[in-house]
């Protein structure tokens, strides 16, 4: 900045203004100085000029809209040119900001020693300007990387608000802030099974609000129910609810059962609340058919797990888990001996009338539970009470006809009978070795075992052929008693036939 008159050579410094934020305009800057250059010396120049934002006014647009007049060699007063309007919102730096870092008013420079030419923009820039500059983090165009780090952090820290200190903090409560949101989620009324949940299935199907995600086309193939279900929703235009189907129960008899369909996450929901279906069936239903190795385990299944297959199996009409439920309890209960128990008798009765097993099957599970008598089984009280007493009688009264009289164990020996006073060579030529041998192994050993179980006890004696021939019976003699005994279980096995037709 040079002048014109004598003393060209006096360099006129400008010193700092007296408080910070405060324009510059119409103030008098006395010199202290001089100097052969005439060039405005800064006290510090500020780094990377080139990066200062044009729409700032530069330092030598300072120097061009400034008019110096000189009163004295020691005076020079700076008279700003008039303050342009502003020409609306700065555009922000595409730059990276640089976060304002403010500290303590103790901490901060003074006044004096922020540079000059950062006083004079400050004095030139509108002030709703430079406080929008200074609401941002880091000002568009007066960053720290435009005007140097220490520079504009010591020029932005007057006006950021004081930092509260410690003892403030002691003096003053914090503030209460407010509680954080909580998004209450209802909680669904179903829940996913642990093992039939495949992420890769393509339907739902819920029953007693117990979920399942099954695939489609394995039901189809298994069920002929779910085919026609399928059927009957792909062949709708749009959701039908509730869709109605027909279902064959396991008494052979059509009845209409309602099925509500829905779409939940774009995928088919299908409730079978309104199906005759116990949960524990159906479940056992799909995890053996998932799971082939169960089916073709040489292990004999348990008769409940039979059960459920065979129940769930009927009502879904799937025809092959059905046969084969059906075959695996006939195999159980197709023994040929009656001197073990069966147990589950009573379901098995129930299944075996209501699924038409074959007539073995029921008629052996009919007399497993005849012959519980003292044991109090009272799920065979929902027969009819005169046809139970009346069955159990005559097989008590079978019994007592066989074992109370030694005649019946009379059988013609075909050994020639020896003199008398010598030894028989077989028992039956000896009426007092009858009697005692009857006493000792019918009426001493098996006949109150077996009062309310006359097929065992013949069986029974029919398995006891060494404790014969111990007792002296020759070979033939013990053939022909096996025999007739043999003749008079099935005899017996024909008269409960004939009282099962009277259930």
């Given at each position: 900045?040079?002048?014109?008159?004598?003393?060209?050579?006096k360099?006129?410094?400008?010193?700092?203004?007296?408080?910070?934020g405060?324009?510059?305009?119409?103030?008098?800057?006395?010199?202290?100085?001089?100097?052969?250059s005439?060039?405005l010396?800064?006290?510090?120049?500020?780094s990377?000029?080139s990066?200062?934002?044009?729409?700032?006014?530069?330092?030598?647009?300072?120097?061009?809209?400034?008019?110096?007049?000189?009163?004295?060699?020691d005076?020079?007063?700076?008279?700003?040119?008039?303050?342009?309007?502003?020409?609306?919102?700065?555009?922000?730096?595409?730059?990276?900001?640089?976060?304002c870092v403010?500290?303590?008013s103790?901490?901060s420079?003074p006044e004096?020693?922020i540079?000059s030419?950062?006083?004079l923009?400050?004095?030139?820039?509108?002030?709703?300007?430079?406080?929008?500059?200074?609401?941002f983090?880091s000002?568009?165009?007066?960053g720290?990387?435009?005007?140097?780090?220490?520079?504009?952090?010591?020029?932005?820290?007057?006006?950021?608000p004081?930092?509260?200190?410690?003892?403030?903090s002691?003096?003053h409560?914090?503030?209460?802030?407010a509680?954080?949101y909580y998004i209450?989620?209802?909680?669904?009324?179903?829940?996913k099974?642990?093992?039939?949940?495949?992420s890769?299935g393509s339907?739902?199907?819920?029953?007693?609000?117990?979920r399942?995600?099954?695939h489609k086309?394995?039901?189809?193939?298994?069920?002929?129910?779910?085919?026609?279900?399928f059927?009957?929703?792909?062949?709708?235009?749009?959701?039908?609810?509730?869709m109605e189907?027909?279902?064959e129960?396991?008494?052979?008899?059509?009845t209409?059962?309602?099925?509500?369909?829905?779409?939940?996450?774009?995928?088919?929901?299908?409730v079978?609340?309104?199906?005759?279906l116990?949960?524990?069936?159906?479940?056992?239903?799909?995890m053996?058919?998932?799971?082939?190795e169960?089916?073709y385990?040489?292990?004999?299944?348990?008769?409940?797990?039979?059960?459920?297959?065979?129940?769930?199996a009927?009502?879904?009409r799937?025809y092959?888990?059905?046969?084969?439920?059906i075959?695996c309890?006939?195999?159980?209960?197709?023994?040929?001996?009656?001197l073990?128990?069966i147990?589950?008798?009573?379901?098995t009765?129930?299944?075996?009338?209501?699924?038409?097993m074959?007539i073995?099957?029921?008629?052996r599970?009919?007399?497993?539970?005849?012959?519980?008598?003292?044991?109090?089984?009272?799920?065979?009280?929902?027969?009819?009470?005169?046809?139970?007493?009346?069955?159990?009688?005559?097989?008590?009264?079978?019994w007592?006809t066989?074992t109370?009289?030694?005649?019946?164990?009379?059988?013609?020996?075909?050994?020639?009978?020896?003199p008398?006073?010598?030894?028989?060579?077989c028992?039956?030529h000896?009426?007092?070795?009858?009697?005692?041998?009857?006493?000792?192994?019918?009426?001493?050993?098996?006949?109150?075992?077996?009062?309310?179980?006359?097929?065992?006890?013949?069986?029974?004696l029919?398995t006891m052929?060494?404790?014969?021939?111990?007792?002296g019976y020759?070979?033939t003699?013990?053939?022909?008693?096996?025999?007739?005994?043999?003749e008079?279980?099935?005899?017996?096995v024909?008269?409960?036939?004939?009282?099962?037709?009277e259930?």
């Amino acid at each position: 900045m040079r002048r014109s008159g004598p003393n060209l050579d006096k360099r006129i410094p400008i010193m700092p203004a007296g408080s910070h934020g405060t324009s510059n305009r119409g103030k008098r800057i006395v010199g202290t100085g001089v100097r052969k250059s005439t060039k405005l010396q800064p006290a510090r120049r500020a780094s990377n000029r080139s990066s200062v934002n044009e729409s700032r006014p530069s330092r030598t647009s300072i120097n061009s809209n400034m008019d110096v007049d000189t009163e004295s060699e020691d005076e020079l007063i700076l008279s700003p040119s008039p303050r342009r309007p502003p020409q609306g919102p700065r555009p922000v730096s595409p730059r990276k900001r640089t976060p304002c870092v403010t500290r303590d008013s103790e901490d901060s420079e003074p006044e004096s020693q922020i540079s000059s030419p950062l006083r004079l923009i400050r004095s030139h820039t509108d002030p709703d300007e430079l406080e929008a500059c200074n609401s941002f983090p880091s000002a568009p165009g007066l960053g720290s990387r435009d005007i140097g780090s220490s520079d504009f952090e010591s020029s932005t820290r007057k006006s950021l608000p004081k930092s509260p200190s410690r003892q403030d903090s002691k003096d003053h409560a914090h503030p209460v802030q407010a509680p954080p949101y909580y998004i209450h989620l209802q909680r669904p009324d179903f829940e996913k099974h642990p093992t039939l949940f495949f992420s890769d299935g393509s339907l739902f199907i819920q029953l007693a609000k117990m979920r399942f995600r099954l695939h489609k086309t394995r039901l189809a193939n298994t069920s002929q129910f779910f085919n026609e279900l399928f059927r009957l929703r792909d062949s709708s235009w749009e959701q039908v609810l509730p869709m109605e189907i027909s279902l064959e129960s396991g008494d052979a008899e059509v009845t209409t059962v309602v099925v509500e369909a829905e779409e939940v996450y774009k995928i088919d929901l299908y409730v079978l609340d309104n199906v005759d279906l116990d949960l524990a069936d159906f479940e056992m239903l799909m995890m053996l058919d998932t799971n082939n190795e169960m089916r073709y385990s040489p292990d004999v299944l348990p008769f409940s797990t039979l059960a459920s297959v065979l129940r769930a199996a009927k009502t879904l009409r799937c025809y092959e888990m059905f046969t084969w439920a059906i075959a695996c309890i006939e195999k159980q209960w197709t023994q040929p001996s009656y001197l073990v128990p069966i147990p589950n008798a009573w379901e098995t009765f129930v299944l075996a009338r209501k699924y038409n097993m074959d007539i073995s099957i029921t008629m052996r599970a009919l007399y497993e539970l005849l012959r519980i008598q003292a044991e109090d089984d009272t799920r065979a009280r929902s027969l009819p009470s005169d046809c139970f007493l009346k069955a159990r009688e005559m097989l008590n009264k079978a019994w007592v006809t066989i074992t109370e009289s030694q005649n019946n164990f009379v059988v013609p020996c075909p050994l020639t009978p020896r003199p008398e006073g010598t030894v028989p060579l077989c028992t039956s030529h000896s009426p007092p070795d009858i009697g005692r041998t009857h006493n000792e192994l019918v009426h001493e050993h098996i006949f109150k075992q077996h009062l309310f179980d006359p097929i065992g006890g013949l069986e029974a004696l029919i398995t006891m052929e060494k404790a014969w021939r111990v007792a002296g019976y020759c070979v033939t003699c013990i053939h022909l008693k096996k025999s007739l005994w043999a003749e008079q279980r099935e005899k017996m096995v024909q008269d409960l036939k004939v009282f099962y037709n009277e259930l």
